[in-house]
């Protein structure tokens, strides 16, 4: 007697079946639809075509329909399944355009171009970016070792060398892609020429002529460009050209004074991504962008004296260990000048380049944002945390840990370290509110007298269940000095201290500072400086010990809030008339 079974799409073995004898295969025979089973032997499915079959074994010999020979396919040994492979190429004319839209920009792009000069061992990258009236040409020259032909091949094969490749300490690939996808995000003939003693091997990636093949074609020359020459004489080293751009890039279709702001873009972002290497911290490189060198960026302002740097952490987990190190930035005050402060904020300003820096093998990967930690409601950027930035270092052993994106951009902390990264984040952010709030001076400086430190902050915060209450510090040297001037009539500045600090208006001033996106201060108008600066020089001058010259006139006048370059300078014009 036979049994009908439905037709599946792949052969199920039972469990049963591994532990009986059988014969070694079974003839499968075309019927129709359909597949039969014995009655003495466990019935299973095969997927199929018009088929049956009578006997199972730890092997089926199938009769393919129209077919005489006979073909054996073994068995799985572990779910006792029978697969039968089945091939589907991916469309090369489709799969091209489509690995172009994964979101590249001009800035990002090239950065993955320079990790491979990085992984050749080049000492200097130039590039150079040609306005041409909207249809520019980007060229890429650096002088690492080159490449015969045939790894210039495999250089340009998509998926060449992937995420299971083991890597040298300085290869910063991740997946294989980013040479191609990088650049064809940006144009649509990506051309590679590479000198390698002495030889020249070159090849192109043209969009419009991928058919049916991923085949490139091997061009004379190099697109016609200021860097295509110089590569002519040069000596060891790889030049890539991107040509033909269109929409789909961000450098196509500019004015020249949008082309010139976004090549300021790019200089920015090579300046931080690649700071380590520009500073020679790491190996040095040296870069330039039409002609003027790159100078490092330090997102952690760690020149200045006024940065905080926290002790490192090391944390430990099923993937391996990485480095933390937070850092508290400078109080705006502390900055020389309004161009010093805008440049120490870097590219997108400071609220944006906030929260954690993740290296990879030196190169920035993740340039600020706070991974999404910070429990059920992430933490956001906030002007209160913008001074709050940590840097953590990632072994290239831990891309797939982190989840590492194409464009090495995007880094997701695995759950064994999210808690430690977590309670690190929250210390600086309190921290970094502190040094915001309390404009640098601190929270904590508390009965420190005129005659050792006239920086004490004339404010102090008292926790309270609602809304935070604030209290003048009676023992500020220049309160102090008011209450000694007034002799017996000092309760009268308690009183007035007293009423002031409970009509302090908190919510307003909170609603005020998220309606106008900041608490930046405003410079003061020269009416304003005029009316402030002589009442301010007057309480100066009053306070004990005070002298007119150094450091501890510096100190009394950051202590009152007296910052501003104008009204400084107009208060001590006027201290140093009397």
């Given at each position: 007697m036979r049994t009908v079974l439905p037709v599946a799409n792949i052969a199920i073995l039972p469990d049963s079946m591994l532990h009986q004898s059988a014969p070694l295969c079974t003839t499968f025979h075309h019927k129709g639809r359909g597949c039969t089973g014995?009655?003495?032997?466990?019935?299973?499915?095969?997927?199929?075509?018009?088929?049956?079959?009578?006997?199972?074994?730890?092997?089926?010999?199938?009769?393919?329909?129209?077919?005489h020979r006979r073909k054996c396919f073994p068995l799985s040994a572990t779910g006792g399944c029978l697969l039968r492979p089945v091939e589907i190429a991916p469309s090369p004319y489709a799969l091209l355009r489509s690995l172009r839209g994964l979101g590249y920009s001009p800035e990002t792009a090239l950065a993955d171009l320079i990790d491979n000069s990085l992984a050749a061992g080049a000492r200097q990258v130039r590039i150079h970016l040609d306005w041409r009236d909207g249809n520019?040409?980007?060229?890429?020259?650096?002088?690492?070792?080159?490449?015969?032909?045939d790894r210039l091949v495999e250089a340009m094969r998509f998926g060449g060398a992937g995420p299971s490749a083991e890597?040298?300490?300085g290869d910063l690939g991740r997946f294989g892609l980013g040479l191609k996808t990088a650049s064809l995000s940006q144009c649509r003939e990506l051309t590679v020429a590479s000198r390698r003693e002495g030889l020249v091997a070159r090849l192109t990636w043209d969009v419009d002529r991928v058919g049916e093949g991923w085949s490139a074609v091997e061009p004379d020359a190099s697109p016609s460009g200021e860097l295509a020459t110089e590569f002519q004489s040069s000596g060891n080293g790889t030049l890539v050209s991107w040509s033909r751009m269109d929409r789909l890039g961000g450098l196509w279709g500019l004015d020249r004074d949008t082309f010139n702001d976004r090549i300021s873009d790019i200089r920015a972002h090579l300046a931080m991504t690649f700071h380590r290497f520009l500073s020679g911290e790491t190996r040095r490189l040296a870069m330039s962008v039409n002609g003027?060198?790159?100078?490092?960026?330090?997102?952690?302002?760690?020149?200045?004296?006024?940065?905080?740097?926290?002790?490192?952490?090391?944390?430990?987990?099923?993937?391996?260990?990485?480095?933390?190190?937070?850092?508290?930035?400078?109080?705006?005050?502390?900055?020389?000048?309004?161009?010093?402060?805008?440049?120490?904020?870097?590219?997108?300003?400071?609220?944006?380049?906030?929260?954690?820096?993740?290296?990879?093998?030196?190169?920035?990967?993740?340039?600020?944002?706070?991974?999404?930690?910070?429990?059920?409601?992430?933490?956001t950027r906030e002007e209160s945390s913008r001074l709050?930035?940590?840097?953590?270092?990632?072994?290239?052993?831990?891309?797939?840990?982190?989840?590492?994106?194409?464009?090495?951009?995007?880094?997701?902390?695995?759950?064994?370290?999210?808690?430690?990264?977590a309670g690190?984040?929250?210390?600086?952010?309190?921290?970094?509110?502190?040094?915001?709030?309390?404009?640098?001076?601190g929270a904590g400086r508390k009965g420190r007298r005129s005659n050792t430190d006239g920086e004490a902050w004339p404010w102090e915060a008292r926790s309270a269940k609602a809304v935070p209450r604030y209290r003048v510090r009676r023992e500020h040297p220049a309160v102090s000095a008011v209450a000694q001037a007034l002799g017996a009539e000092s309760g009268l500045l308690e009183g007035l201290l007293s009423a002031l600090e409970l009509t302090v208006p908190v919510e307003r001033i909170w609603l005020d500072v998220a309606e106008q996106g900041g608490a930046e201060l405003m410079q003061p108008a020269a009416t304003e400086i005029?009316?402030?600066?002589?009442?301010?020089?007057?309480?100066?001058?009053?306070?004990?010990?005070?002298?007119?010259?150094?450091?501890?006139?510096?100190?009394?006048?950051?202590?009152?809030?007296?910052?501003?370059?104008?009204?400084?300078?107009?208060?001590?014009?006027?201290?140093?008339?009397n």
């Open positions: 014995s009655d003495k032997s466990p019935s299973w499915l095969v997927e199929g075509r018009k088929s049956q079959f009578r006997s199972v074994g730890p092997a089926l010999r199938i009769f393919r329909p129209g077919a520019p040409l980007v060229e890429i020259l650096d002088d690492g070792t080159g490449m015969n032909f890597r040298q300490g003027r060198a790159l100078n490092a960026w330090d997102p952690f302002c760690r020149w200045h004296d006024a940065t905080m740097a926290l002790p490192r952490d090391i944390i430990r987990g099923s993937d391996g260990a990485i480095t933390a190190r937070p850092y508290i930035l400078p109080h705006r005050d502390r900055f020389a000048n309004e161009r010093e402060w805008e440049d120490a904020g870097g590219p997108g300003g400071w609220v944006e380049r906030q929260g954690f820096y993740v290296y990879r093998g030196d190169r920035l990967v993740s340039a600020g944002g706070w991974l999404g930690l910070g429990g059920a409601r992430a933490w709050a930035r940590i840097a953590l270092e990632l072994p290239a052993s831990m891309d797939e840990a982190w989840r590492i994106d194409i464009r090495k951009s995007v880094a997701r902390p695995p759950a064994w370290a999210r808690g430690r990264l690190l984040g929250a210390d600086c952010r309190r921290r970094a509110r502190e040094v915001f709030a309390w404009r640098g001076v005029a009316e402030l600066a002589t009442p301010l020089a007057t309480l100066v001058r009053s306070m004990d010990n005070m002298d007119n010259t150094g450091d501890r006139l510096d100190s009394v006048l950051r202590s009152l809030g007296i910052t501003q370059p104008a009204l400084r300078a107009a208060v001590i014009r006027i201290l140093g008339e």
